[in-house]
């Protein structure tokens, strides 16, 4: 039976990709969205930097404005979704928004994994919601599942695909033989991709939905300065195709892990055996293996980015604030103001698949088992592939800490067999 109480008014800042998807679902599915929030919602007021651009999806421009305060100061709006992107002017208006306790909905995974302590607080303190469902893995409900459903359990690793459009390209490169620069400009064009697509690329993207992820798992607050990254630019045809000749896929993931040394996060372009659930996804979907060590293994997978997935995880959000409006929260994330310790990088175990040009003489693969030897480093399989100028050893080692991988990586750089180093990824089990 449809609602007949007032309409919740909800201030959209920024109508973008995401924006203008939430404005097109809010329309489109108004009875079911009426009936979920137990209330009718709608969309009072959009903020814009200008208002005749053009927008994905169909927008009532006359509710647009390019005034922040007209929407800020608005007493009748109560729930206000931000998908600006960026830290500023976000964070401001996110602190005004909640300071005068109203709701905030965010997409904004960077705001929320670099002030995501501040916004909490802020919340606490006039009892208004920060959700932010959207903000990792785009459609996939993995925020509220990580925090309530999983909330008796303990979450002992996170590996996750949750950058669409970096798998969005490593797809296109391994399954069509497209180049980067291509499979970069059609993620583009599908507004998969940041505003400044090096996050995206660069590893800072996933750095920040894991730095959110593990804060959830880790109960604290860990920001993405925090989470080792390194990005997918410098993976090589050449590496998609050697990891497939070994069984393996090569994947940008997000890695969060409880040892007893410590907590770990990073991000880095990862090689996967092929029988693993998550080196079958492909294009710009996400999925998020979940180890909990009560529950076992868990997989949250659909589209990581794109407008309607997106905006769908949104009015999730708002469904969920809505129903909710006037009662305690049901997280005050109390935990995100304890600062989380992050083991250094040099200390985190890792398998690596390395690359080196060498010169194709006798003697050369014992100059670099030796090197290796020194640093403790033991070699899971070698194989020597061309010959002459282009001779190369493809190797595969054992788990070693970071620390003596790097210093056995320097030993070879000084080697005179070994010409260069194209290629080190990690490998994981
Ligand atoms: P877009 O760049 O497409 O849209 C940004 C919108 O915000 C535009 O409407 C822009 O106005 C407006 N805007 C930006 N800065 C200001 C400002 N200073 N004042 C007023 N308006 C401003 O971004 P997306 O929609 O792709 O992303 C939005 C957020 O959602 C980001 O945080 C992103 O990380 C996140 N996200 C994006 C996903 C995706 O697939 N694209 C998936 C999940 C999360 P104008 O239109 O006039 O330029
Ligand atoms: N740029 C992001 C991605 C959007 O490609 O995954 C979704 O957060």
Request: aromatic letters at 4%; a negative charge; charged letters at 20%.
């Amino acid at each position: 039976m449809a609602e007949s109480r007032d309409a919740v008014k909800i201030g959209l800042l920024g109508c973008g990709t995401i924006g203008s998807g939430v404005f097109h679902l809010v329309r489109k599915n108004a009875a079911g969205l009426t009936e979920a929030a137990r209330r009718p919602v709608e969309v009072s007021g959009i903020l814009v930097k200008a208002i005749d651009e053009a927008r994905p999806f169909e927008v009532d421009t006359s509710i647009m404005t390019t005034e922040a305060s007209s929407l800020l100061d608005d007493p009748g709006i109560d729930v206000f979704i931000e998908v600006m992107g960026g830290t500023e002017p976000a964070r401001s208006y996110a602190l005004e928004v909640l300071g005068k306790g109203r709701h905030l909905v965010t997409a904004n995974k960077e705001l929320i994994a670099r002030h995501g302590r501040e916004l909490m607080e802020a919340a606490v303190r006039t009892d208004a919601q920060v959700m932010f469902e959207a903000a990792v893995g785009g459609g996939i409900p993995i925020v509220r599942p990580m925090e309530l459903s999983l909330g008796g359990d303990v979450v002992n690793k996170i590996l996750g695909i949750v950058n669409g459009t970096t798998n969005y390209i490593l797809t296109r490169m391994s399954a069509e033989g497209s180049t980067y620069a291509e499979a970069l400009a059609e993620a583009q064009q599908l507004g998969y991709a940041e505003a400044d697509p090096s996050a995206d690329v660069e590893g800072g993207d996933a750095a920040s939905k894991l730095a959110i992820l593990s804060s959830i798992a880790f109960k604290a607050g860990i920001t993405s300065d925090q989470v080792y990254r390194e990005g997918i630019s410098r993976v090589r045809p050449e590496d998609l195709d050697n990891a497939a000749e070994l069984g393996y896929a090569v994947k940008l993931l997000a890695i969060a892990e409880r040892a007893e040394a410590g907590v770990s996060a990073r991000v880095h372009p990862t090689m996967l055996p092929r029988s693993h659930p998550l080196a079958s996804i492909s294009g710009n979907f996400n999925a998020v293996f979940v180890i909990g060590e009560s529950v076992g293994d868990l997989m949250f997978y659909g589209q990581g980015a794109g407008s309607l997935p997106t905006a769908t995880a949104i009015l999730g959000d708002v469904v969920n604030v809505v129903r909710t409006m006037g009662s305690p929260p049901a997280s005050r994330r109390s935990y995100w103001s304890r600062p989380g310790e992050v083991l250094p990088m040099e200390e985190v175990v890792s398998r690596f698949y390395m690359v080196l040009n060498v010169v194709d003489r006798p003697g050369v693969l014992a100059k670099i088992a030796g090197v290796f030897g020194d640093n403790n480093v033991s070699l899971e399989s070698v194989v020597q592939k061309g010959i002459g100028d282009g001779a190369q050893i493809v190797l595969i080692t054992h788990g070693v800490a970071e620390r003596s991988f790097r210093a056995a990586t320097e030993g070879l750089e000084k080697l005179d067999v070994v010409l260069e180093i194209p290629s080190v990824i990690r490998v994981e089990s």
